[in-house]
């Protein structure tokens, strides 16, 4: 069982920054594949970013060069660093550990004048 819990989201301006957490439970948390996924309203999830065990990362296309995944494994939490944001990245955001059905709750991000 892993349990996760999203924090960092809110309003922000146009060309503003957010950095999102996502605390997880579970001592195994070094050797899982975590990612961030959004949502916005009428549209279905998409991935925004992965990171693997080895800190490889990948990223949606949509926000290559503006969004960085990290981990800190040693507070089995895993951070989406995002910068430059646009009206277009307003979404409910959600962690995931890859593969499975353990989601956090969203963070709702804003990203609006």
């Known amino acids: 069982q892993v349990q996760l819990v999203e924090s960092g989201g809110g309003l922000v301006q146009p060309g503003g920054s957010l950095r999102l957490s996502c605390a997880a439970t579970?001592?195994?948390?070094?050797?899982?594949?975590m990612a961030w996924y959004r949502q916005a309203p009428g549209k279905q999830r998409q991935l925004v970013a992965r990171?693997?065990?080895?800190?490889?990362?990948n990223y949606a296309d949509s926000v290559k060069g503006r969004f960085t995944i990290s981990r800190d494994s040693a507070k089995n939490t895993v951070y989406l660093q995002m910068n430059s944001l646009k009206p277009e990245d307003t979404a409910v955001y959600y962690c995931?550990?890859?593969?499975?059905?353990?989601w956090g709750q969203g963070t709702q991000v804003t990203v609006s004048s």
């Open positions: 990171i693997g065990r080895d800190g490889t990362t």
């Open positions: 995931n550990k890859w593969g499975t059905t353990y």
């Open positions: 579970g001592s195994m948390f070094s050797i899982y594949v």
